[in-house]
């Protein structure tokens, strides 16, 4: 039978950046978050705040902690060894559509997932036409199969992992659209005015233009759209960094910015894994009382 959930906090939209493994970092908010028992009734994430997301949907802290930090002790995990068989620096297929399955490393409650009211969008980018779409969990994800695959989709960083097909299209990492990788433009269209975003770079940082751009569309040069998301995506993403600082100032957003974040989105070292989950846990744990008064819990 399914578990009976309900969301406690309708007012405000709960957005998950992504990152790749500093989510080693922010994965802690997700945990936190559940053991208060602050249930949002949306979240949206990109790339890999669309595992973030996932894991909260689920109400899954444990998973949510093992995705970004014991996940990187499976064999099958990924290596410049899989890059050569054509699976990936990150294998995308083994993390993403293999591991939630029984008797998988990260098995998902899939009847708390989907017993839960809460809407879920998750962002993807079509190679092809450069369509950024948000799938939702209700409408999109019918079944594990469905969603492991979404999850892929939005988590496939070019050139890292195989772009994958999905309806006969390709996909991969929704921070090429215009949202710049933060999902503030899903809650906006369902009608939130009110966002609480976990971000994975710290205070101050803008995202700096390609140094290389004319490299792009060498290495793209099948999927012109992919060249083009990573030439406007410095621009794109300040661009959000510069709408929520303006939602700040005005009370509407409360934004968890990490204070100690040491490792880059690549980073497989299990031991710097653990500190920058012991140091996000740190950090979600001191800024629960501000989060109670944005909140007003």
Excluded at 77 to 105: D, H, L, M
Excluded at 152 to 158: F, G, H, I, N, V
Aim: charged residues 25%; proline residues 5%.
């Amino acid at each position: 039978m399914a578990p009976e959930l309900s969301s406690n906090i309708t007012d405000t939209a709960l957005i998950f950046e992504g990152g790749g493994m500093r989510a080693a970092y922010t994965c802690a908010v997700v945990q936190e978050l559940l053991a208060q028992e602050m249930y949002f009734d949306f979240v949206a994430g990109i790339s890999a705040g669309s595992s973030n997301s996932l894991n909260y949907v689920a109400r899954d802290a444990e998973r949510a902690r093992a995705s970004f930090v014991d996940l990187v002790l499976e064999p099958e995990f990924g290596s410049w060894r899989t890059w050569v068989r054509g699976k990936g620096v990150f294998n995308s297929e083994f993390i993403y559509e293999q591991t939630g399955e029984a008797g998988q490393p990260l098995p998902l409650d899939w009847e708390a997932f989907k017993a839960n009211p809460i809407t879920m969008n998750v962002g993807g980018f079509n190679a092809r036409t450069g369509e950024c779409v948000y799938w939702n969990k209700d409408d999109d994800m019918p079944d594990l199969r469905a969603m492991a695959k979404r999850i892929r989709a939005s988590s496939t960083m070019p050139g890292l992992m195989p772009i994958i097909q999905i309806d006969g299209e390709p996909w991969c990492d929704g921070a090429l659209g215009p949202n710049g990788g933060i999902a503030l433009d899903a809650a906006q269209d369902a009608g939130y005015e009110k966002f609480f975003v976990v971000l994975t770079r710290p205070a101050g940082y803008r995202k700096a233009p390609s140094r290389l751009p004319h490299a792009y569309d060498v290495l793209f040069r099948r999927y012109p759209q992919i060249a083009r998301g990573l030439l406007e995506r410095a621009e794109n993403y300040n661009r959000v960094l510069d709408e929520l600082a303006e939602l700040e100032a005005r009370g509407r957003a409360y934004v968890f910015r990490p204070t100690h974040m040491q490792i880059v989105n690549q980073e497989r070292r299990i031991d710097r894994l653990r500190e920058a989950h012991r140091l996000g846990m740190a950090q979600a744990r001191r800024e629960v009382p501000r989060w109670e008064d944005f909140l007003g819990r």
